[in-house]
C-alpha cells in the first residue's frame, strides 16, 4: 500500500471513529506497527491528528488562533456560557481564563451583578468596563495566540489569588487524555490559577469533546466538573460519562 493511500485510510479511521489504534490497524492492513507510528508523526506534524499512547485521537480546531477560533461553533460557545452563568453567585471572587467562550459569558453577564472577576486577559478584562464588577488584570508577556498573560510576572501574580471559582478552557475534553491544550507554558499558567481555586469548572463546546492537544492541564478528576454542549457528543461524550464526572449539559440537565 502506497504512503498516500495509508494516509487516506487512517483518516477516514479517525473521522469514522475518532480514534486509531496502530497495533489494530497494523494487523488490519498487514504492515508494521513502525509503518503505521511513522504515518501518525507525519499526520500529527500536519495539524491533522494528536498522537497519543498506542495510536491517536482527533486534533482539536479550538488550537487555531485567537482571530480564527473566534468563528469555530459560535453557538455551541455561547449555549456553554449560558449554562456556566449559573455558577457565578454574587460576592464571588472568580478566575476567567481567557478565550472566545469566556468571552460570551462576559457578554451574557448581567451589568449590575456585583463580584470580583480576576483574568490574564486584556480582551476579557476589556469587555468588563461598563459592568458593577470589581475587575483585577494579572499581567505578563502577552501570548498572542491566546491573547492572555504568561510568564513569570503573571504566575507570580496569579500565586497571591484566592479565589472561589475558576472557569477554565481547554482545546480537548476526552476520558483518555484528559483536558488537553496546544502550548506547555499556556498549559502551566492553566494550572496554577486553578491551584488558586477553590472550584474549576471546563467550559467545553462541542467541537472539544472526543478531542485532544499535546499538553496536558489536568485529568478530569482534577476539576469540580465540566459544562459541555452535549449536541452530537457521541461515543466520546460516553466515555466521559462513565468517568464520573459531573457533567452539567448546555441548555440541559446537571
Same mark, same amino acid.
Given at each position: 500500500?502506497?504512503? +498516500?493511500? &495509508?494516509? *487516506?485510510?487512517?483518516?477516514?479511521?479517525?473521522? &469514522?471513529?475518532?480514534?486509531?489504534?496502530?497495533?489494530?490497524? +497494523?494487523?488490519?492492513?498487514?504492515?508494521?506497527? *513502525?509503518?503505521?507510528?511513522?504515518?501518525?508523526?507525519?499526520?500529527?506534524?500536519?495539524?491533522?491528528?494528536?498522537?497519543?499512547?498506542?495510536?491517536?485521537?482527533?486534533?482539536?480546531?479550538?488550537?487555531? *488562533?485567537?482571530?480564527?477560533?473566534?468563528? %469555530?461553533?459560535?453557538?455551541?460557545?455561547?449555549?456553554?456560557?449560558?449554562?456556566?452563568?449559573?455558577?457565578?453567585?454574587?460576592?464571588?471572587?472568580? %478566575?476567567?481564563?481567557?478565550?472566545?467562550?469566556?468571552?460570551?459569558?462576559? &457578554?451574557?453577564?448581567?451589568?449590575?451583578?456585583?463580584?470580583?472577576? @480576576?483574568?490574564?486577559?486584556?480582551? %476579557?478584562?476589556?469587555?468588563?468596563?461598563?459592568? *458593577?464588577?470589581?475587575?483585577?488584570?494579572?499581567?505578563?508577556?502577552?501570548?498572542?495566540?491566546?491573547?492572555?498573560?504568561?510568564?513569570?510576572?503573571?504566575?507570580?501574580?496569579?500565586?497571591? @489569588?484566592?479565589?472561589?471559582?475558576?472557569?477554565?478552557? @481547554?482545546?480537548?475534553?476526552?476520558?483518555?487524555?484528559?483536558?488537553?491544550?496546544?502550548?506547555?507554558?499556556?498549559?502551566?499558567?492553566?494550572?496554577?490559577?486553578?491551584?488558586?481555586?477553590?472550584?474549576?469548572?471546563?467550559?467545553?463546546?462541542?467541537?472539544?469533546?472526543?478531542?485532544?492537544?499535546?499538553?496536558?492541564?489536568?485529568?478530569?478528576?482534577?476539576?469540580?466538573?465540566?459544562?459541555?454542549?452535549?449536541?452530537?457528543?457521541?461515543?466520546?461524550?460516553?466515555?466521559?460519562?462513565?468517568?464520573?464526572?459531573?457533567?452539567?449539559?448546555?441548555?440541559? &440537565?446537571?
Amino acid at each position: 500500500m502506497w504512503a +498516500a493511500e &495509508r494516509r *487516506d485510510v487512517l483518516l477516514e479511521r479517525l473521522r &469514522r471513529d475518532g480514534r486509531i489504534v496502530a497495533k489494530e490497524i +497494523a494487523v488490519e492492513l498487514g504492515l508494521s506497527e *513502525d509503518s503505521i507510528r511513522r504515518d501518525l508523526r507525519e499526520l500529527a506534524s500536519e495539524g491533522l491528528l494528536t498522537r497519543v499512547y498506542g495510536g491517536a485521537v482527533s486534533a482539536s480546531p479550538a488550537v487555531a *488562533d485567537y482571530a480564527t477560533r473566534a468563528d %469555530i461553533a459560535t453557538d455551541s460557545k455561547r449555549r456553554v456560557a449560558a449554562a456556566a452563568l449559573d455558577l457565578l453567585q454574587p460576592g464571588a471572587t472568580v %478566575i476567567l481564563d481567557g478565550g472566545t467562550t469566556t468571552l460570551d459569558l462576559v &457578554r451574557l453577564l448581567p451589568t449590575t451583578l456585583e463580584l470580583t472577576i @480576576v483574568t490574564h486577559s486584556p480582551t %476579557i478584562a476589556a469587555a468588563l468596563l461598563e459592568h *458593577d464588577a470589581d475587575v483585577i488584570l494579572i499581567g505578563g508577556r502577552l501570548f498572542k495566540h491566546s491573547a492572555v498573560a504568561m510568564g513569570a510576572a503573571a504566575v507570580e501574580s496569579a500565586s497571591r @489569588v484566592n479565589a472561589d471559582l475558576f472557569l477554565l478552557g @481547554v482545546t480537548g475534553i476526552r476520558a483518555s487524555t484528559g483536558l488537553t491544550t496546544g502550548d506547555p507554558e499556556e498549559a502551566a499558567m492553566k494550572r496554577v490559577l486553578a491551584s488558586r481555586a477553590a472550584e474549576t469548572w471546563v467550559l467545553g463546546s462541542g467541537e472539544k469533546i472526543g478531542a485532544a492537544s499535546p499538553h496536558q492541564v489536568l485529568p478530569l478528576d482534577g476539576v469540580s466538573g465540566l459544562v459541555l454542549d452535549v449536541t452530537g457528543g457521541g461515543e466520546a461524550l460516553a466515555d466521559l460519562r462513565e468517568t464520573g464526572t459531573r457533567i452539567v449539559e448546555a441548555g440541559g &440537565r446537571a
